[in-house]
């Protein structure tokens, strides 16, 4: 399994923004940011396959979430822009091999131990 490990989360005020990243220790296919909020289900943010895909946003990413990918260096950018209270929570890196919904927390085998993401009103 390959080991991830997130960076990048703070404090913001509504409508500022946070670039988190995660270093993956070797290759995978597909890379993704997950978040947790207290008592709410894991949900998928933003993913990408390969180096050619523009990248797959859930609902609450789409318009001001943005992916890259450094594959040489084997880490994910996750840049969050006008970030609102409801973005408060706990993002996790995953990778996995392809298998299943892209978003679907089921794809991945690998996991980080998250940074926090808190967005004050």
């Known amino acids: 399994q390959v080991r991830l490990v997130e960076s990048g989360g703070g404090t913001v005020q509504a409508g500022g923004s946070l670039r988190l990243t995660c270093a993956a220790s070797?290759?995978?296919?597909?890379l993704a940011w997950f978040r947790q909020a207290p008592g709410k289900e894991r949900e998928g943010v933003a993913a990408t396959c390969n180096q050619f895909d523009s990248g797959y946003y859930g609902d609450s990413a789409k318009g001001r979430f943005t992916l890259a990918r450094d594959n040489g260096k084997n880490i994910l950018y996750l840049q969050m822009n006008r970030l609102k209270p409801e973005d408060t929570a706990m993002y996790y890196c995953?990778?996995?091999?392809?298998?299943?919904?892209?978003?679907?927390?089921?794809?991945?085998?690998?996991w980080g131990q998250g940074t926090q993401v808190t967005v004050s009103s």
């Open positions: 995953a990778a996995g091999g392809g298998e299943g919904h892209i978003l679907s927390s089921n794809a991945y085998t690998s």
């Open positions: 070797g290759y995978t296919l597909c």
